[in-house]
């Protein structure tokens, strides 16, 4: 789940394997350039009719972390994106993975070995000067338990290919072997098996450098992260409230045009968007319900993704799925034939039509369109048919004795509409579904140890690959394996197509896996999302790449 932009040589087949994988549909969904290539209207300058400077004013949730150390949801991320660069970004514009805080690397034959060429004296916040050794720290802060051990990272799967993943996780070596530095401007990072598509992983905004200072004092770097991007910290994060961050004139690449981003915490979307009405936000996120008149008001985007003056309601495409997360582990949801019998139950069509008003698509898949390897219609109990669904559960409950269930949900952000849906279309097959509503984070909590039986999640790719659906989601011992899947048969099969070197026979196998994935209906995909964010007219140029990533450094606010 994730969100976030990128130069580089060109590389040759060898120094880049696998390099095409990516380039599918998505790369004619966005027209922007890169974080700290060329602005929208020149390197520095307002030339859309806006003005340099003035501080943006940004709606999001209040985060699970802002620290790369456990980057995991939208909302931090978001933040997290203007704070830190990557080693790689993926650029929507060209179709292609590009270089951000290294000139290039270079990959060996089996694709086992990474060599990163870092950027030469870039700065971190703090005036520090960003080495190889600060890649190796951060990436180890992210898997050594001790680094928070009341709430660990989740996100170490991005980092379980390295090689000496198991021995540091486990306590059994006290440094991730699989990444050295034989000098200030390399890094290398050797992979225990094949895996083709590692730079995109390292295109994750988590996985990015920390200043030695990281480890003094957990709590102070989790308020106030001092990163090596465009933007840095003004004061701490005021829990609940605000994070306010200002643009860093010692960045390598081109400086931001405003002076900062004011980003404002409300309890809800519904909240916020009032707040927007009223002109005390810049950028919001429109409830479902208000869609139609948003698109009245402000003027819809013509590409979906760059906001302008009477253009300023984006309905962009995403990378990503909306489904239900289903606990396989416990009754009646232990048996794939209810969980079939309840995915074809739900009408997805409904949902997109009468709660989205036709800017949402029904699912068919827990890989979204514009992935390359999508295919249309591969998980089958996806497709909207009550009547098969009441004959399986009279198969399984032929006394009609079908248990009730809860469907865990936040009420926040159109998702009480949506679970309306979802309740209302079960109890036209006869299951009756008790609402369990809380808070985002504390669900999220809830999820991590099993505490629910089926409940809402959404997944934005944090690299547009099909691996980055599947991998993540499925295999037995990922952080975000919410389903309690133990599944060796999945997990070796997963592991093989990783470990597949020539793009289409990666594809295909990741494609099998899929298939039997959507059979055994372990989770149940609802819909693939759109953005639905507006601007203010005081906004002239905005730019949201469809994996939800603001390009900060080039927005720009109109003269006053």
Partial sequence: MADFEKKQPMLDRRHFVGGALATS????????????????????????????????????NNPTSIDPYNLMEDQGTQVGFQLFDSLTQY?????????????????????TEFTFHLKEGTKFHNGDTVVAADWKRGWERILDPETNPESPSGIGYHLAMVDGYDAFTEGEADELTGVTCPDDNTLVVKLAYSYADFPYVASHPALAPVPAVALDDFQ???????GNGPFKMDGTWEDGQYINIVRFDDYYGDKAIID???????????????????????VCDVPATQIPD???????????????????????????????????????????????????????????????????????????PGIAGYEEGVWTYCKYDPDAAKELLAQIYPDGNIPTIKLTYNMDGGHKEVMDVVMASLKEVGITAEADTNEWTTILDRYDIGDYEIGRCGWVADYPIMDNFMY?????????????????????????????????????????????????????????????????????????????KADMTKVELVSV
């Fill in 25 to 60: 549909a998505l790369a004619v969904l966005a027209g922007c350039g890169q974080k700290g290539g060329t602005t929208a209207g020149g390197s520095g300058s307002a030339a859309t009719g806006g003005t340099t400077g003035g501080t943006l004013r940004y709606y999001i």
């Fill in 91 to 111: 650029d929507f514009e060209a179709g292609e993975l590009k270089p951000l805080a290294c000139d290039s690397w270079d990959v060996n034959d089996d694709a």
């Fill in 220 to 226: 102070t770097f989790f308020r106030a992260p001092i």
């Fill in 260 to 282: 900062g981003v004011n980003f404002i915490i409300q309890k809800d979307q519904e909240t916020a968007y009032r707040e927007f009405q009223a002109g005390n936000l810049d």
């Fill in 294 to 368: 948003a698109r009245e008001t402000y003027g819809e985007s013509e590409d979906g993704y760059t906001a302008t003056p009477g253009h300023q309601l984006m309905l962009g495409a995403e990378p990503s799925t909306y489904y239900l997360t289903v606990n396989c582990s416990v009754a009646p949801w232990d048996n794939a034939d209810f969980r079939r019998a309840v995915s074809m139950a739900i009408n997805r069509e409904a949902i997109c039509e009468e709660v989205f008003h036709g800017t949402r698509t029904p699912a068919d898949n827990i890989v979204p």
């Fill in 472 to 548: 993540p989601l499925f295999f037995s011992t990922s952080g975000d394996n919410y389903s309690q899947i133990g599944d060796e048969a999945i997990d070796d099969a997963l592991l093989e197509a990783r470990a597949t070197i020539d793009d289409a026979e990666r594809i295909a196998k990741y494609q099998e896996v899929n298939a039997e994935l959507g059979e055994q209906c372990w989770m149940i995909p609802l819909m693939f999302y759109t953005h639905t964010q507006v601007v203010g007219e005081n906004v002239a140029y905005y730019y949201l790449d469809p994996q939800k």
